[in-house]
């Protein structure tokens, strides 16, 4: 005969003490998740006062770029109150940290009839970060420049990275990988440093040629990795010069007039619009 099973005795009710500090334990993950949201949202709406307050603080770029999301969004609406802060969005186009440059570049393409915007962004082409530079030469593009044309080819093509560091290369992405700006594309064993330094890649875009083997010796300035370009800014390239773009193009834009696995139609169908367009504006 089985033995039936023993009986349980009743759970005991949670404490008040224990129940208070449950609820304050909530409350404080919903704040907590609340003040992330803030903190990294861009579509919170800032004040002038707050929007002075972030541009005057360098040290806190996430504000900064709060801040650019904001203008850009007035300048659409027409608000014309927001030409009080241009000085300090060109400042902004010679700060150290390159995301910033990227992003004011940007931004100053949305008001083309501003001078200085256009002054500064004719000086950025000449920015040691790529994304800066391509961001400035298709900001030109709003303001009928076409200064920036061979960097706009330049991002239908190749791009050679270069290692900033000197010591012992360390492989670690593989061919036909796929990378954003900032990816982690190898490391250089540094003499007398402890851990290793990082190539990181300044663009996105496909591994297309790693020209080191694991093990090489490597110096500062070396070509170590071969880019492919991305499939964004081939597509923002290829609008740029439906614009600008003169019959000698058409060799670099013919690679991307047919669909691929990296280049889908939509690339394909801009780049036979741009060809279109570059053979009629030769024509008259």
Not at 107 to 131: R, T
Not at 210 to 237: I, S, W
């Amino acid at each position: 005969m089985s033995q039936s099973p023993a009986p349980t005795s009743p759970e005991k009710p949670m404490s008040r003490r224990a129940t208070l500090m449950v609820s304050l334990l909530s409350v404080l993950i919903v704040v907590m998740v609340y003040l992330f949201w803030q903190g990294t949202w861009f579509g919170r709406e800032l004040t002038d006062e707050k929007i002075s307050e972030y541009l005057a603080d360098g040290d806190k770029p996430r504000n900064a770029q709060h801040v650019i999301a904001q203008i850009s969004e007035r300048i659409s609406q027409g608000d014309e109150s927001v030409k009080k802060w241009y000085p300090r969005i060109v400042a902004l186009a010679d700060h150290p940290l390159a995301q910033l440059r990227v992003n004011a570049a940007w931004l100053m393409g949305q008001d083309n009839e501003f001078g200085q915007f256009h002054e500064k962004l004719k000086q950025m082409l000449g920015d040691s970060d790529p994304l800066v530079r391509r961001n400035a030469a298709l900001s030109l593009i709003r303001f009928k420049d076409e200064s920036g044309r061979q960097e706009l080819l330049g991002m239908l093509g190749n791009h050679t990275v270069h290692s900033p560091h000197t010591g012992v290369f360390k492989e670690f992405l593989e061919v036909e990988d796929v990378v954003d700006d900032g990816t982690l594309l190898a490391r250089v064993e540094v003499q007398g440093q402890e851990e290793p330094a990082e190539v990181r890649s300044p663009l996105p875009g496909i591994v297309k040629k790693r020209l080191l083997e694991d093990g090489a010796e490597v110096n500062t300035g070396d070509a170590v990795l071969v880019l492919g370009p991305d499939a964004t800014h081939v597509y923002e390239a290829l609008r740029a010069l439906y614009l600008v773009g003169k019959p000698g193009d058409v060799d670099s834009i013919r690679p991307f007039l047919q669909p691929t696995e990296n280049f889908p139609e939509n690339v394909a169908r801009q780049a036979r619009l741009t060809v279109e367009m570059i053979r009629e504006r030769r024509k008259q």
